[in-house]
């Protein structure tokens, strides 16, 4: 297990340094001068020079990366262009409504499709499974900010139990926090559930025809105690891989459902930096979300040798 971990941990640092690389050259070569940006069209030549040395865009490229990278490095990543504040500080302001966001998300997405996809692969071909799996179709294909719309107009507009969007901060206690992000949850949780039910199916109905499950049922199992006590671990290698990915997605890319209901997370700030030629909060946001990425990679990668030991057997 411990060779097994030291090789998922040298390929996320090299996945961490080869992103790095990519995100910082990538949104360097994209067009527009910050300084030009802030100071305007009619900004005299000097005055932008003088801004570009003050925000230190007159150094080189590879100086502003490796001095980006050891910044990284020590939890420093710069200040904001635009805001002149520690670009940390935003980040972790941010970082308290997009995080929760996504663990609020993934677990009504993982309490919605484990029981749906349990349910469908124990009556496969009967009506059951068939509205489960019409019912899937249907989150599939439809986008979240659909959802979120649909979502605003009943429960914000027409009932009014949940405010059409903001956030009330946690300051104001856990309940009405989580109220604020019941209805962005809901959005997002609702495709991410269509897909892990689906995928959750698949597995235990593919698991339902190997061997050790026959042997089982020839013991006297009924397949329904067959699908719980062996079918449901052996099924979970291809439900953790979606399980994190759905979070990497959930984190990084809730932009639009964080623009729905006017959420101050890390969506809505990229989004701004974009409008704004903040590059360096671009930049840093970005490889924070492709860490948090890579390590959910990783920490799934390591679930499965803990699920399976036949992986640790392998390195």
Do not use: C
Not at 29 to 52: C, Y
Not at 164 to 190: D, K, R, V
Not at 213 to 236: I, P, Y
């Amino acid at each position: 297990m411990l060779r097994y971990t030291l090789k998922r941990s040298l390929s996320l640092a090299l996945s961490l340094a080869v992103a790095s690389l990519v995100i910082f050259f990538v949104i360097e070569v994209a067009p527009g001068d910050p300084a030009s940006f802030m100071l305007g069209i009619n900004a005299e030549p000097d005055t932008v020079a003088a801004l570009r040395t003050e925000l230190g865009l007159d150094q080189s490229k590879g100086e502003r990366y490796f001095a980006w990278v050891q910044g990284m490095l020590q939890g420093d990543f710069g200040m904001s262009y635009t805001y002149r504040t520690p670009v940390a500080g935003m980040i972790a302001d941010r970082m308290w409504v997009s995080l929760p966001l996504a663990l609020y998300a993934l677990t009504l997405s993982t309490l919605i499709a484990f029981p749906a996809g349990i349910y469908a692969a124990a009556r496969r071909g009967k009506s059951g499974d068939m509205a489960v799996m019409g019912a899937t179709q249907l989150g599939v294909a439809v986008p979240n900010f659909w959802f979120a719309m649909i979502l605003v107009l009943i429960f914000a507009i027409n009932l009014r139990w949940f405010n059409a969007g903001g956030f009330a901060g946690w300051e104001s206690g856990l309940g009405p926090a989580l109220h604020s992000l019941t209805l962005p949850a809901i959005a997002l949780a609702l495709p991410q559930a269509a897909i892990l039910t689906r995928v959750m199916r698949s597995a235990l109905l593919d698991i339902l025809g190997e061997d050790f499950m026959r042997t089982a049922r020839a013991k006297g199992l009924t397949r329904r105690q067959a699908l719980w006590r062996h079918g449901l671990r052996n099924a979970m290698i291809p439900v953790l891989t979606i399980i994190g990915l759905q979070f990497s997605f959930l984190l990084a890319g809730a932009i639009i459902i964080e623009q729905v209901f006017f959420l101050p997370g890390l969506g809505r700030l990229v989004f701004q930096a974009i409008s704004s030629r903040d590059l360096i909060v671009v930049e840093s946001v970005v490889m924070l979300l492709v860490f948090a990425v890579i390590l959910v990679n990783f920490l799934v990668d390591l679930a499965y040798a803990l699920v399976d030991p036949r992986l640790r057997s392998r390195t």
